[in-house]
Nanobody
Framework: QVQLVESGGGSVQTGGSLRLSCAGS????????MAWFRQAPGREREGVAA????????YYAASVEGRFTISQDNAKNAAYLEMNSLKPEDTAMYYC???????????????????WGQGTQVTVSS
């Protein structure tokens, strides 16, 4: 059984920063592709960033590149999302996810991911 638990969400003003954490437990050894997604009310779930833990390759959505950074801590079985220069349009529920195999194919495609956390809310006010 794999469990993912997000934390670190909150409310900030435009230009602020937040760091999200995703703690993994269970049999995740064969799930080296870790990602963050977000979903705002009335919108589809959107891939934000992904990382392949075996080589460190990172993937970002154009809307967040240069502002967000994904990282990992294999010893802690954790992933992080550092979010800077936040904008109101970043407001959403943020989810972490993991899947088997390499991230090269569809790293930001939600359909490829096997396990999901419950989400943590990020609200950015203007």
């Amino acid at each position: 059984q794999v469990q993912l638990v997000e934390s670190g969400g909150g409310s900030v003003q435009t230009g602020g920063s937040l760091r999200l954490s995703c703690a993994g437990s269970g049999d995740t050894d064969d799930m080296p592709c870790m990602a963050w997604f977000r979903q705002a009310p009335g919108r589809e779930r959107e891939g934000v960033a992904a990382i392949y833990t075996r080589d460190g390759n990172e993937y970002y959505a154009a809307s967040v590149e240069g502002r967000f950074t994904i990282s990992q801590d294999n010893a802690k079985n954790a992933a992080y999302l550092e979010m800077n220069s936040l904008k109101p349009e970043d407001t959403a529920m943020y989810y972490c996810a993991r899947r088997r195999g390499n991230c090269r194919l569809g790293p930001l495609n939600a359909d490829w991911y096997d396990y999901w956390g419950q989400g943590t809310q990020v609200t950015v006010s203007s």
